[in-house]
Structure formats: C-alpha cells, structure tokens
C-alpha cells in the first residue's frame, strides 16, 4: 500500500507562486511513477503534470507548460509541483497520485494511489 500526503495548497494572488509537496509512505518510491492532477467545483480531475520513476522525464498539460515544475527527490520519498505565474482557472484541489510503471501516465484512472488533496486558490 502507498499512503500519500499533500501540503502546500492555499490562497494566492494571480501572478504570485505557490509550492507543493506530496510525501509518500513506500518501502520503495522510486519504483513509482508520480503524478499531479487537480478538480475545479463541477469539473473532472484533470492531468497537470507526471514525472517518470528517476525524475529524468516530466510530462505536463499544455494548460500549466512553462509555468509548473515537477520534481521529486527519491531519497526523501517526495514529489513536488512548483506552481508559478498562477491564474485564478488554476483554483482546484490539487491531488498527488502514484502508480509501478515506465511511462508519465495522464489519465486519473491509469492511477492506483491518491492522496487527500490540498486546495489551491488564485484571487484576481
């Protein structure tokens, strides 16, 4: 089993960053691939970004490219999306999500581990 935990969310003005984190209870985390994906009030879960098991291959929605940064540091169990130049459409709860595999999965339903979530708020 893979427990994961978000941090990080909050409230931001338009145009400022804001930093998550997701901590994952794992024997062995770089045996996971890791994604970020977020859900606005009457919206589907959505891809934003995935990064593969080494962290050397990222992936992101065409919707957060140039501004979002995935990363992850094996050794502390950790993923991280760095979330800069943010609009109010990216208000969501963000979830952090894990599955085995080689690729940077986009889907919610190739996914087989999910965190809480922690919400992210953009004012204009």
């Known amino acids: 089993q893979v427990q994961l935990v978000e941090s990080g969310g909050g409230l931001v003005q338009a145009g400022g960053s804001l930093g998550l984190s997701c901590a994952a209870s794992?024997?062995?985390?770089?045996?996971?691939?890791m994604g970020w994906f977020r859900q606005a009030p009457g919206n589907e879960r959505e891809f934003v970004a995935a990064?593969?098991?080494?962290?050397?291959?990222?992936n992101y929605a065409d919707s957060v490219k140039g501004r979002f940064t995935i990363s992850r540091d094996n050794a502390k169990n950790t993923v991280y999306l760095q979330m800069n130049s943010l609009k109010p459409e990216d208000t969501a709860v963000y979830y952090c999500a894990a599955r085995t595999g080689t690729y940077s999965y986009t889907t919610p339903n190739e996914y087989d581990y999910w965190g809480q979530g922690t919400q992210v708020t953009v004012s204009s």
């Open positions: 990064i593969k098991r080494s962290g050397g291959s990222t």
């Open positions: 794992v024997r062995t985390f770089s045996a996971y691939v």
